[in-house]
């Protein structure tokens, strides 16, 4: 109640967007969280997230079964751009998340 007028109207945005992501399925609630957890995370030197902290931020989502298809489908739409390992001792996998588009 006692919170500025641009707070009460972000919360507000926030609520609604939670509720349409939630009734278009939940391939769109996972990429909605995703999404907005990197929105609110804090940036390497270099403007990155790395996944292993993303991973921290959303541990309900397992890795491989929801975290990592909703990067791949964010990735494709063009709201984040994943660097991949370059470590020849394993296949290449999502390290950092660059956001281009923040919620």
Sequence with gaps: MRADAAYQEAAIYVAHYAAELRRLGEDARVEGLVHFALSRMRVDADGFVSVARLRDRLPELSYSGAL????????????????????????PRPERVLLRISL
């Design 68 to 91: 990592l298809p909703a990067l791949l489908r964010l990735q494709r739409s063009g709201i984040i751009i994943l660097l991949l390992s370059t470590s020849l001792e394993v296949a």
